[in-house]
């Protein structure tokens, strides 16, 4: 009886592939990324210990491909995968399609910013994965740039989105995480958020962007997913702009 309540199954199809071609294009192949190579480990096909960060077998034995392969891993199937797996899924796509929006050049800069601080970081830190990081620093970045949204969690309580990071974080320690992973992503979005949205609005900064996407970052996507790059087209980034001019007249009046 079931099945007569679901679509056939050809249309089942088209509806998943429908839905998976409108995903953005960094979102849509990290996340295919993420989810091939759990999936390859949950088979045993790929071993975790050939793919979690360790900075001696990078430096000394040439293991280059661990810089990248430590963000694609989140662990065996279970609660803790399906939790950061729908946060990855639901901010990384609403930051491209929303402040990130034609500007997929920039969005990749700031994924390869904030992988880049987690990797220097690394040593210090003995975090063997960083995705679920990767994960909270987009979960960070979005909430921040929409302060007033209002969210409700388990339809228990409610709150304004700046609080989401911080419900998330209290939400995974109850299931048993460690705080020190999650609260990587935080900080490190915070660092991203405030040289990018906070400091150029300061008129010490006249209008200067410390995180300005390199030229050839912004060719490389223009090629690879044939989309204009740079634009400002989305309310947001009006307003940071007008912001940004803001301060500078600001700076140079002083």
Not at 128 to 142: A, I, K, N, R
Not at 158 to 174: C, H
């Amino acid at each position: 009886e079931l099945n007569h309540c679901l679509p056939p199954p050809a249309k089942r199809r088209e509806m998943i592939e429908h839905w998976y071609y409108d995903v953005p294009p960094v979102t849509r192949t990290y996340v295919t990324l993420c989810f091939l190579t759990t999936s390859a480990c949950a088979l045993d096909l790929v071993s975790p210990l050939s793919l979690y960060f360790n900075a001696r077998a990078i430096c000394t034995r040439g293991q280059f491909w661990r810089l990248g392969t430590n963000f694609l891993y989140f662990g065996p199937f279970g609660l803790d995968l399906l939790f950061h797996m729908f946060f990855l899924v639901r901010y990384s796509r609403l930051l491209e399609e929303g402040s990130f929006r034609m500007r997929t050049a920039d969005f990749l800069y700031m994924l390869l910013v904030g992988a880049a601080v987690m990797t220097l970081a690394g040593p210090l830190l003995n975090v063997q994965f960083f995705g679920s990081s990767l994960t909270f620093m987009m979960v960070y970045v979005w909430a921040r740039r929409n302060d007033s949204v209002r969210m409700s969690f388990l339809g228990l309580f409610q709150f304004t989105a700046p609080y989401l990071p911080w419900v998330l974080l209290s939400f995974s320690v109850l299931i048993g995480n460690t705080y020190t992973v999650d609260t990587i992503g935080i900080a490190v979005g915070h660092v991203y958020f405030f040289l990018e949205d906070i400091y150029p609005r300061m008129p010490a900064a006249r209008g200067r962007r410390l995180l300005k996407t390199p030229r050839v970052l912004e060719m490389l996507c223009n090629y690879a997913f044939s989309a204009p790059q740079g634009g400002y087209d989305f309310q947001f980034d009006a307003l940071r702009e007008d912001d940004i001019n803001a301060a500078a007249a600001a700076g140079d009046d002083r």
